[in-house]
């Protein structure tokens, strides 16, 4: 059995990953199990999503740098962690600060949990943005923390996982770093995609939402959005869109040169997997649908990112698009966790070479790094 703990939890993502993992060893014969002793986030609606659909033994609300709300020295011994740590100093979207911004420095409040704690597992995230922060000296830093936090230390295995290839109708890119603690006999290794040369398409994902499904409330548009998504063809957007090419259509383009590549009122194409789904932005950001001229539903959102039809979501349905942006896909996670499990139960599994892309060789000092710990 391991108790988990998580901070940065978001709405759950991670968490049913690893409940989902721990049911499937559980099929196959191994008494894996998961307790969700504790877990934290500073948002309210995310709290009451986590409280309810996961049902941990106890739930933090508030800033982790606030050591009465989340009072870390206090906290029930756990086996496993899981740490999203803030993306926003890192998004290449954002002002990227890295570890000179407010949020870039929080990953510290992860390590504090390894070096009290020392579980004998640990599993980060966050966006790819991080590999070139502070001119790529955050990655180097943060890894150097977490391979010599805690008592014993931790192997690391980073790598840049694509969700798509992993069950997940969506094109998602994150860096994860499973790190296991250095006084235990196992190597995790990076679980082979499934789905690589057959992606889950958009189509296929939400043909299984019911009508009535919880979050599934249709957006209507009127006038200039309307006319504008009628004339956008699937996989097109508001500036690449040849029949807003047409001097007839000029009244609907949008005046911004140079955004070819953009997704604003992007269409998805249904036979692919979705663009990556995000949590915030205005007008032309909320990923549209092939065929009905509308942005998606948050249950459209919520599928992309894997999360059942039975999950209800706290809050408005701004918040609730926020949540669904900031999660974790849950069937990436359950991959990971899988394969996590598996190490720890002895078995063999297909696995694939780790990689953080361009940064290969970095990549190979970091490997050579935790042979030492």
């Known amino acids: 059995m391991y108790r988990m ?32 002793e504790w877990a934290n986030d500073y948002d309210e609606d995310t709290a009451d999503t986590y409280e309810a659909n996961i049902r941990p033994n106890q739930f933090y609300r508030g800033d982790v740098r606030d050591e009465a709300r989340v009072p870390i020295g206090e906290l029930t011994p756990i086996q496993g962690f899981a740490f999203g740590f803030p993306c926003n100093d890192f998004s290449s979207a954002g002002e990227n600060k890295g570890l000179e911004g407010e949020f870039g420095p ?17 599993v980060a ?8 922060a502070n001119s790529d000296r955050a990655l180097t830093t943060i890894m150097n923390a977490m391979r010599n936090a805690g008592k014993y230390g931790y192997k690391l295995v980073p790598h840049v996982y694509r969700f798509e290839e992993y069950g997940v109708p969506q094109k998602r890119r994150r860096i994860i770093i499973v790190g296991i603690r250095g006084n235990l006999p196992y190597e995790f290794k990076v679980p082979a995609p499934p789905t690589q040369d057959e992606p889950l398409s958009v189509q296929e994902a939400f043909e299984k ?11 209507i548009h009127r ?14 957007n508001a500036f690449n869109a040849e029949r807003l090419q047409d001097p007839r259509n000029a009244h609907l383009r949008l005046k911004v040169k140079g955004a070819t590549l953009s997704n604003i009122y992007r269409r998805l194409r249904p036979d692919e997997p979705s663009y990556t789904v995000t949590g915030s932005g205005g007008g032309g950001t909320h990923i549209y649908h092939w065929d009905a001229p509308r942005a998606l539903t948050n249950r ?20 609730i698009r ?34 953080l892309g361009r940064r290969t060789d970095e990549f190979s000092s970091f490997s050579k790094a935790k042979a030492t710990v």
């Open 5 to 36: 703990g998580e901070f940065f939890s978001g709405p759950g993502g991670m968490a049913l990953g690893a409940r989902w993992a721990a049911q499937d060893l559980q099929e196959m014969g191994h008494d894996v199990r998961i307790v969700h």
């Open 106 to 122: 929080l990953y510290e409040k992860g390590i504090e949990v390894l070096d009290t704690y020392n579980p004998k597992w640990f």
């Open 125 to 132: 995230e966050n966006v790819t943005g991080l590999l070139s």
């Open 209 to 219: 939402i019911a009508p009535d499904a919880l979050h599934h409330e249709m957006p």
């Open 223 to 236: 006038g200039a959005v309307r006319e504008r998504l009628e004339l956008i063809a699937p996989g097109e």
């Open 300 to 319: 459209e959102r919520a599928t992309l990112q894997t999360f059942p039809q039975n999950f209800r979501f706290s809050g408005g349905p701004s918040s």
């Open 322 to 355: 926020k949540q669904v942006g900031m999660a974790v896909p849950a069937e990436g996670a359950r991959a990971i966790f899988r394969a996590l499990f598996l190490t720890f139960e002895g078995v063999k599994y297909d696995h694939e070479k780790a990689s």
